[in-house]
Each structure stands twice: as C-alpha cells, then as structure tokens.
C-alpha cells in the first residue's frame, strides 16, 4: 500500500506505509526541548540543513565499504633535506610554491613504519551536497579514518601512483595541507593547501587521503 501526503500534484512523491511508519517512529525519538536541546541548538540545525542531512544519513544508513588504496613506509628518508632531494630527483614539481618553506614543519617518524591509506570522495561515503571538513572528518572518524602525518605527502609521491586529479592529504585541523595530482606532461605536484580550517567547505567530488586506523 502506497501514501500520499498532503494535497495530490504531478511532482509529489509517493511513500509507502512502511516509511511513513518510520518516519513518525523517528520524530517520537527526536530530543525534547530542555536543558540538552534548546532553541539555539534547533536553530543550528535549521540554518544549516546540508549538515543536518548529512548527520541523519551518517546514521540511518550502511556504511560504505573502505578499501586500501595503498600503503606506504615512512622513514626511509631520515630528515627533510632527504625528501627534497628525493622529490627533486624523482622530478616532482612545486607549482608556485617554495619546496623548502613548505616542507619545512613536517615531522619524520622515529622508526620506519607503514601507513595503510584510503582515498574517497565525500559522495563516497554519504554526502551529496558542499560540506564543511569538520563534517567530512566527523564521517571519517566514525568509518576508522584518521588523518595523515605530514611525512604522507611527499612519501605518497615517492611511492604510489597518483592520480591527474587533484587530492588532498588529509591533515590534523589546523595544520598544513598537502595536495598531490599529476600536470599535463605526466609530472607529479606537490602543492600546499589553502584550506586548514573547520569551516572550509568541501564538494562531494573533491578526492582526500586519508589513513587507516590501527
């Protein structure tokens, strides 16, 4: 059997008894106005309905399959003069950017270890509309996705096959962001971010790295 709502129109969807079912059971569960939800907070939500969105299909449905897109070792090469000789040699690009300025701040892991790494979309796992990255990473964490230390960039370069799309290398918030994509002669390039913020938005087609969690 087969609802309709409201008054009949050419554009107006049907539902089934089913979802209308399920639909009253989820607002008898919705928090009732009080010391944990109040006007201000319902006036968040309201102002923002693609976040609202997103959070009720984070939990109402399955999660997305996650899969390796491929592992790399870090610290095989010991300091950062290492890696801008490496990057130089393998013939990486910098765009505008300066390769000493921005490779300074990242940190070398102590001992060589490996990182398994994943690369998505946020149409990927669930989100159809621009969102900020505190949504995104939000989602990632609940699917066991960390960010990434700042040595995955340049050793992404030295070791995996990257794509002509641009991707960003997920990165603790605020910090510096790498992008890596391939130029028109085949070259790759490394570049840095401008987005290190909560609040930058985010398309659901841009491509982001992130790592596996143990």
């Known amino acids: 059997m087969f609802l309709k709502r409201g008054t009949p129109s050419k554009d107006e969807t049907e539902f089934p008894d089913w979802y209308i079912q399920f639909q ?3 607002l008898t569960q919705l928090p009732r106005p009080g010391k944990h939800f109040n006007k201000e907070i319902a006036q968040e939500w309201l102002h923002d309905g693609n976040r609202l969105k997103s959070a009720l299909h984070s939990i109402l449905l399955p999660a997305p399959e996650i899969r ?5 070792k870090l610290g095989i090469h010991r300091t950062v003069e290492a890696y801008r000789g490496a990057l130089k ?6 765009g505008m ?4 300025e921005m490779l300074e701040d990242i940190s070398i892991v102590a001992k060589p270890v490996e990182v398994a790494l994943v690369m998505l979309s946020p149409a990927d796992i669930g989100f159809t509309d621009i969102i900020e990255i505190r949504d995104l990473y ?5 699917l066991g996705l960390e960010s ?3 040595e995955v960039a340049p050793a ?3 070791q995996c096959p990257i794509q002509r799309k641009r991707t960003t290398v997920a990165a603790s918030i605020p910090s510096k962001m790498f992008e890596l994509s391939r130029d028109a002669d085949g070259s790759i390039l490394l570049g840095s971010s401008m987005r290190m913020y909560e609040s930058n938005r985010v398309t659901p087609e ?3 790295i992130f790592a596996r969690g143990k």
């Open 24 to 26: 009253s059971k989820a």
């Open 68 to 72: 390796i897109w491929q592992t790399v």
């Open 89 to 94: 040699e393998r013939g990486v690009k910098f």
């Open 97 to 100: 950017f300066d390769p000493n």
């Open 138 to 142: 939000r989602r990632a964490t609940l």
């Open 148 to 150: 990434c230390l700042g």
């Open 156 to 158: 992404a370069c030295l």
């Open 206 to 208: 841009e491509m982001w």
